[in-house]
């Protein structure tokens, strides 16, 4: 059974690009958490979603960033025009359960992003 | 919402010894618990969990105790070795929050053999 895919593990983005990361959650998971990791830091959440479903965007910042999870294929987590302070790791999770069920979470391993 | 401090952010032991980590949450609501382990580079690994119903669950040398009325959990590791040196972080999820972990700052564990 594969874990939870990312990719890609790293990228690189010129402020004002665009980013993409993709999150596979494990087989048989339908609930995706993406967190965000700075330097030294812990994660923070940003977005739960589940299929075609976005339940909870309260830890996103509501300009430049949006998610998906479509019937098809992975989790998207876009940042449009990226700036410096982008710069981070970004782990999506995967869980079996819904949410208040308390399913255990399992991490991809998250895509470092670098805005030059 | 809920806040989940940590402490103490760095820790030293010796090959062998025990070592301690707690952290504390702000929101009597939480109910889950768990322990990440995140080694230099790597994706955060879930090494133990707790849920409210339960005071201690160990596995091998590792245990979690929480004590629900000073809303605090610890992670206890004994007989520690080199490949335990890692950032080790707590989290706590409350019910309504659809599952979203809060996570602390990290621990940094170095094992010193």
């Known amino acids: 059974n594969a874990g939870v895919m990312q990719n890609p593990r790293h990228l690189v983005r010129r402020r004002g690009q665009e980013a993409r990361l993709r999150c596979s959650p494990m087989?048989?998971?339908?609930?995706v958490y993406w967190y965000r990791q700075l330097p030294e830091e812990g994660l923070k959440f940003m977005v739960y979603?589940?299929?075609?479903?976005?339940?909870?965007e309260s830890g996103m910042p509501k300009e430049r960033f949006s998610a998906e999870f479509p019937k098809e294929g992975p989790s998207i987590l876009r940042i449009q025009q990226v700036v410096r302070g982008d710069s981070a790791a970004y782990f999506c999770?995967?869980?079996?359960?819904?949410?208040?069920?308390?399913?255990?979470?399992?991490f991809g391993p998250g895509t470092r992003l670098t805005v030059t | 919402g809920e806040n989940v401090e940590q402490h103490p952010s760095t820790l030293s032991v010796q090959e062998g010894d025990s070592a301690v980590i707690k952290c504390t949450y702000s929101d009597s609501a939480s109910n889950y618990f768990p322990w990440y382990k995140q080694e230099l580079g790597k994706r955060p690994q879930l090494i133990i969990d707790?849920?409210?119903?339960?005071g201690e669950k160990k596995d091998q040398r590792i245990a979690v105790t929480l004590n629900k009325t000073a809303k605090h959990f610890s992670l206890h590791i004994t007989e520690t070795q080199p490949e335990d040196s890692a950032v080790y972080f707590c989290a706590a999820s409350t019910p309504g929050s659809q599952g979203n972990l809060i996570f602390g700052k990290g621990t940094k564990l170095s094992v010193k053999p």
């Open positions: 979603l589940q299929k075609e479903n976005i339940i909870d």
């Open positions: 707790i849920r409210s119903n339960v």
């Open positions: 087989k048989g998971h339908s609930h």
């Open positions: 999770a995967s869980s079996p359960l819904a949410g208040d069920a308390r399913g255990e979470q399992y």
